[in-house]
């Protein structure tokens, strides 16, 4: 297809993995009580932005790839 | 009643499936469980942003009806496969998968692996070769050229209108909880929903449902596996949990492993909450239910349908059947813990009715609400949303493409361009989501129509599996047999259910309304289980004397690649092993089997 679909699912959980990892880092400890103690927020955050950056990592080696093969050599 | 019974192999054939769900607002139970803060809403409008810009970006990419119904059969494998799955992850499957859960424990999973795994796997290694093959443009298209078009007329119209209606109960059962748990208006969450899905379908047609649906995957997963993590840690593991749950079971009056294991206790539907026995759970549930939904629904088919090769479309339900394996991990498990952490807390977890009983359906929600702090609770609530919205951009989807291909295309205008087609996929796309709406609020209005109306489409769906399975494998199936083998089957199965009636219900929509009642089952799980048997029974020898007496109008040349003796193998030996039908349908039954003794 046209657009790669990992392109848009990677920015978009880039962009949540920073808002939580930083609102993680900033927030007040004690919301954490119920989440068992966990900063859940900056480790889940942290775990988004990992695979956004791959889902992202991805879409850019496949589009370097299809610039360097010509035309209709895609699978 | 629970909105488990809506899971959606079930829904469109569960004899009485309804929402009538005890949510209202104003209810004494009613309860304000989630307060948001500023990144929850943050997160929610950054998954908006991405849902409606993926629609924009693939605006320019929809040419031709081709494009718009069928994304111009060009999406590989992997990507129809997690559409495959979240198409049908509609939030009635999560929301209602959790009250199972937490209702009847571990034997929710036949849902997973007694139902919907087998009968993906059949429809990828044995049907898929006729539905792509055929050039088929959806399922009741199929059926005219295998039958003719009485058959195709009945299941199209049929279908549309219960399309309409599933998308309208779910937005409706949506919005009820959305007012009950966080405040917002019904009509506001009404709207809004409609209006996104109907800007990304609009522009971008299946291909924009179908990238969506892969993102939606992708944040339910990841929007409840925390929740499911530190439910797993607070109970101490599954070891634990299995502990928690015997205080569960036994003051249920059951027996100490109840809810804990999936298999041992259906000896006897007494010996079970679920009410029902191995073999009406088996044939029932395991063969009619999920058979019939997972391989003729086109809500499902066409993400398959979309894919750009035979191979594609054949592994795209077997390569979903990977996940959908797991996912009772992410939607039963909480559940489950819900329950245990309501019954050792001394039931604080769940809003308990008067009755003593706790709402179930709340399950999931009290669980986000109890672990979760602000941030990931915008993830959990955003991962909500999206299983809402995929499963009814299926439904959308599902609907343009029959209404303007099979109803519009053949009985109104025949004969036209593709663009004036195209257009009216565009039409249909926005009355179908117009109609939903209505539905939703018809739905507030006329409890009891909604549920007269699902039981009408059970009975319809509950025998279509038995048409198939003789269309494609006995050349000798008729169009008379398949029509009028079809409407025995529902005619079967309204008289079973006006026959029957579920232990402690009154005669009328839950049965009974025959007059003479021949037979009390335990549950009304149990009730629809059977009736499904008896109508696809019905059906089945039904469509086989009928055949066996009437000629058949279609040639055998007609008939190539609409039935398996006269169709050519799929040359499957080039491939490489792992690629092949045929190898990933024994390695996921494999695996499923092992799942099924690990947690007998």
């Not at chain 2, 309208?168 to 209006?195: D, N, P, Q, T």
């Not at chain 2, 390569?319 to 959908?324: G, M, R, T, V």
């Not at chain 2, 309204?494 to 219900?505: A, D, F, K, Y």
Request: hydrophobic share 50%; with cysteine.
């Amino acid at each position: 297809m046209n657009l790669d679909v990992r392109l848009p699912i990677g920015l978009m959980f880039t962009i949540i993995g920073v808002a939580l990892t930083g609102f993680g880092l900033v927030s007040d400890r004690a919301i954490y009580e119920r989440s068992l103690g966990i900063n859940v927020n900056l480790w889940w955050g942290l775990v988004l932005l990992a695979f956004g950056v791959s889902m992202l990592a991805l879409a850019t080696r496949a589009e370097r790839r299809r610039r360097a093969v010509p035309e209709n050599t895609t699978e | 009643m629970l909105l488990a019974e809506l899971h959606p192999a079930e829904a469109r054939s569960a004899a009485g499936a309804s929402l009538s769900i005890p949510l209202s607002p104003r209810s004494p139970e009613s309860v304000q469980l989630i307060n948001l803060g500023a990144i929850d809403y943050a997160i929610l409008v950054v998954y908006f942003a991405f849902v409606i810009g993926i629609g924009w970006a693939l605006r320019r990419y929809v040419k031709s009806s081709e494009d718009f119904f069928l994304s111009g059969r060009s999406i590989p494998a992997w990507i129809a496969s997690l559409a495959f799955i979240s198409a049908n992850l509609g939030a009635q499957e999560v929301i209602g998968m959790g009250a199972s859960g937490a209702k009847y424990g571990m034997m929710t999973s036949h849902f997973y692996w007694v139902g919907a795994i087998p009968a993906m796997v059949f429809v990828g290694v044995f049907m898929m070769p006729f539905y792509y093959g055929s050039r088929a443009r959806s399922v009741p298209e199929y059926l005219k050229l295998r039958f003719d078009e009485k058959t195709r007329g009945f299941n199209a119209i049929s279908f549309a209108v219960m399309t309409v209606f599933s998308s309208g109960i779910s937005m409706y059962a949506l919005a009820k909880l959305l007012e009950l748990l966080i405040g917002w208006s019904f009509h506001a969450s009404i709207l809004v929903s409609a209006i996104i899905v109907l800007a990304y379908i609009f522009m971008g047609g299946l291909t924009s449902a179908i990238y969506n649906e892969v993102l939606q995957f992708f944040l339910i997963v990841l929007g409840f596996l925390p929740l499911v993590l530190l439910g797993l840690k607070d109970v101490g593991g599954w070891a634990g949990l299995k502990e928690k749950l015997i205080p569960v079971a036994t003051n249920a009056g059951y027996e100490a492993s109840a809810w804990s294991s999936s298999w041992q206790h259906l000896d006897s539907s007494a010996s079970n909450p679920m009410g029902v026995e191995w073999f009406g759970m088996a044939m029932g549930l395991g063969f009619v239910l999920s058979f019939g939904y997972w391989c003729t629904d086109f809500l499902v088919v066409q993400r398959a349908m979309a894919a750009n090769s035979m191979t594609a479309a054949r592994r795209t339900p077997l390569l979903a059947a990977f996940p959908k394996m797991l996912f009772p991990v992410l939607v039963i498990l909480p559940g489950m813990i819900a329950i245990a952490v309501h019954t050792n807390s001394g039931g604080t977890l769940l809003p308990v009715g008067a009755d003593g009983v706790p709402n179930y359906n709340l399950a999931v929600p009290a669980m986000l609400a109890h672990y979760l702090p602000s941030g990931l609770l915008g993830l959990g609530l955003t991962a909500l949303m999206a299983s809402f919205m995929s499963g009814m951009a299926g439904n959308v989807t599902a609907f343009n493409t029959v209404w303007t291909y099979d109803i519009y295309q053949s009985y109104i205008r025949p004969g036209q361009t593709d663009r004036h087609y195209l257009r009216m996929g565009h039409v249909a796309t926005v009355v179908g989501i117009a109609l939903s709406v209505l539905a939703a609020y018809a739905t507030t209005r006329f409890n009891n129509i909604m549920d007269m109306l699902q039981l009408v489409f059970a009975f319809v769906n509950a025998p279509l599996f038995a048409t198939f399975l003789l269309g494609m494998f006995w050349r000798r199936t008729t169009g008379h047999g398949a029509f009028f083998g079809l409407l025995t089957g529902t005619v079967a199965a309204m008289i079973h259910h006006g026959l029957t009636i579920p232990r402690g219900s009154l005669a009328g929509i839950k049965g009974g309304f025959l007059g003479p009642i021949l037979h009390t089952y335990p549950s009304e799980m149990a009730q629809n289980f059977w009736t499904a048997i008896f109508a696809w029974t019905s059906c089945f020898l039904a469509t086989i004397v009928i055949s066996m007496i009437t000629t058949r109008q279609k040639s055998d040349e007609e008939l190539k690649g609409l039935v398996y003796s006269l169709t050519p193998r799929q040359p499957d030996a080039q491939l490489a092993w792992y690629k092949r039908p045929a190898t990933l349908g024994v390695v996921v039954l494999g695996l499923t089997l092992a799942l099924n003794v690990i947690f007998w």
